[in-house]
């Protein structure tokens, strides 16, 4: 049985930092996407960020590009979002997902997390 577990979210100012986990059990990362989505209150679910390591694929969205840092620790089937000058359109409830299909869509995950609250407040 796979499980998702998303830590590290909560309230933060402009220009603040964030580190989100995703703690992963059941699944063998190097088999999967493993990719960052969020979700701003009234808006679409998007595509933030995802890391392939077996083929070193790592992308991110332009809104996202050169702030934050899509990572993973084998050892410890963690994943991780490091999110730097973080803005106030950042706020959204994050969500780590698992997949094999398309990257950058949501239909391409099959696991997902239960998602973590980020705010970032002006």
């Known amino acids: 049985q796979v499980q998702l577990v998303e830590s590290g979210g909560g309230l933060v100012q402009t220009g603040g930092s964030l580190r989100l986990s995703c703690a992963a059990a059941g699944l063998t990362f190097n088999s999967y996407n493993m990719g960052w989505f969020r979700q701003a209150p009234g808006k679409e679910r998007e595509f933030v960020a995802r890391?392939?390591?077996?083929?070193?694929?790592?992308n991110y969205s332009d809104s996202v590009k050169g702030r934050f840092t899509i990572s993973r620790d084998a050892a410890k089937n963690t994943l991780y979002l490091q999110m730097n000058s973080l803005k106030p359109e950042d706020t959204a409830v994050y969500y780590c997902?698992?997949?094999?299909?398309?990257?950058?869509?949501?239909?391409?995950?099959?696991?997902w997390g239960q998602g973590i609250q980020v705010t970032v407040s002006s």
């Open positions: 890391i392939r390591w077996s083929f070193g694929y790592i």
């Open positions: 997902a698992a997949g094999t299909g398309t990257a950058y869509e949501i239909g391409g995950y099959s696991y």
